[in-house]
RNA sequence: UCCCCGAUAGCUCAAUCGGUAGAGCGAGCGGCUGUUAACCGCUAGGUUGUAGGUUCGAGUCCUACUCGGGGAGCCA
């Protein structure tokens, strides 16, 4: 039997017949048809075909290349040029050593396995190879960790697999672990055995740049990456939290119906289902819910996705986010912005308390978390409006403009001399990368505030020429935040712009007992709240005002029939607030799939 | 609903005045025993979003559409 390398010239360095090696065969959906296949890291065709033994070997050889079994262990022999290939089926190939010495243990846990021997199971997040050294980054989920793979005898069995393994491979691997500061995670594990558990080819996502639809696109990959893992794992504890901080306060959950039968403050912005031939509404809140429960336990809140099908598209919103919403009975506006202060303030501790390095890694300024502390800013609906008009907001815009204009001449000036740098004769090509990538993170920011620096004098007219009895704009929610160090709450809205359910001020009836919390550095409104209106005929009158069907809301009125009391709430954007704190520039990355206006997939 | 920007190799991007579509990464192959987005050499990879138009000639100009990004309004 006779094979013949692709190249002639590979034939001289294959093995001679005094000794022999296990290779594996890979890539084969490239080798579909009979005869072809790689062997070790060389093609070899079948030429020509004599005799029986070749005949089959040839036909094992295509069975398992067409049916896909992958990998299929084998031996090559040489003799005198000529190779002879063995299919060794699989359960007799030489195996390397069983990976189950050592025990297994969370990569975040490597630091109590130091000088012992561990086993890790995970995927392949990078690889760098010498010629006989092979370093894998391994992700198990609670950290990375690089393991290396010396050639060596002991590592014979599987080194050139180890030096092949594509990224995101699933891999167990037995080791010794050693401190090593230098190193991500502080660890290192010297493998002695190791295990293909998943292969995986042609990953996606490399350790490269991306745009961000194709990132989206491959969400169900994405948040394997660092960055996307860093921020879900403060998305796990702000919602724990969120969780905790009720239930230890005396909160009862209340879990409110997706389905709802009208809306809750204005039908525009609802997403419409057919539900068994009627119409019917996903849930934009469960407010209105959480209102009747408090009737029945005191102190309730509810918490789940909520939906809104407003047109938008901007990195504030997406069509599905989650809300939490506490509603208290006995309570006026002053105690539930003392609740929302206390809240907020205990989820950003909380995060700091647990995320120091998460948040490092995504470049988050702690000593900005540890300033958010109490009291948070009070300001009136009539303050914010004196603001807007004021010269420091005025200034503020002002000074905007011309630190960003600054700014775009810096960048300008900067992408146009590393252009430059980068495609002059002689430089390193590792330079020239470094260069190109700096090139184009200069240019996202650029185009970011090119948009910004055309939107000032617009924003300027917009907080110049506010009315008195008009909601807040976004830009406006901007200035006011960026005006305060801490958050800040705006009160006592006009009553004609807020929802029909909002009290009534008693001192002035243009107003309602409402409250924004204004996140700082330009988050803007990550809780809206107020006290409800208890009294009936007050209820019905704005019912009536907002040419709202009062027989749609005959439940939730009956609640100032049947022992009205003072109460209140609020509902806090958890994907804003988790934005937010860990200083995220767009909120799409703080959920794990996101939906917005045009993407559903995956 | 309105305004601005974009779509070129699997990915990120080039392509001068309208004149033969390129690079890096990834993939494949070879080399390299301490790499840190490793590096070095070679190979393959294209209906330039779709449809039409102008032109001797269109990635480039024009029209419409589709999809994506950002913003306004609206909102958490």
Redesign the pocket.
Known sequence: MRWTGR?PS?QR?HPRASGHRQYTI??LRRYRHAGVG?V????FRLSPPDGDLAQSHASIAAERISSGVVPIRSRAFSANCDYIFAIVPEHQSVEPRRVEAGMKAAIKDLSQHVGKEVTLEGWLY?R??????A?LVVRDGTGLC?C?V???PETEGFFDTA??L??ETAIRLTGMCRA?E???GGH?V?VTALEVVGES??Y?I?????????L?KNRHLHFRSRRQWHILRVRATVIDEIRSYFNRNGYTLIDTPIFAPAAG?GAQ?LFEVDYFGEPVYMAQ?GQLYVETACMAFGKVYCFGPTF?A??????????E?W?VEPEIAYADLDTVVAVAEDFVHSIAQRVLRDHKEDLEFLGRDLSFLESIQKPFARITYDEAVDILHGDKARELLENDLTTKTARIEELNKAITEKEAESTAQGV???KK??LI?EV?EHRDELADLE?EVK?IPHHME?AKNFKWG??L???D?TIISRLHERPCFVTHYPRD?KAFYMKKNETDDRLCNNF?LLAPQGY?????GSQREDSYDELMAQINRHELDPADYAWYTDLRKYGSVPHGGF???V??TIAWLCGLK???ETIPFPR????FYP
């Open positions: 190249n590979n360095r890979g890539r790689l070790g890291s060389r093609h990078n760098r190879d010498s010629g006989k050294i370093f690089q290396v010396a050639k060596a030096r092949r594509g990224q090593n230098k190193q991500i290192e010297d080819q042609d996606p490399t350790p490269k740049p991306h745009g961000i639809d194709f989206f403050e912005t809140t809104r407003e047109k938008s598209k901007t990195r504030r919103h997406l069509t986010f809300m390193k090509q590792w990368d470094k990538a184009a948009e939107n917009l008009k909601d704009g976004g830009s929610e712009v924004d803007g409104e990550i809780i809206g509902g806090l954007g994907e804003r767009h909120i799409r917005m206006m045009g993407r």
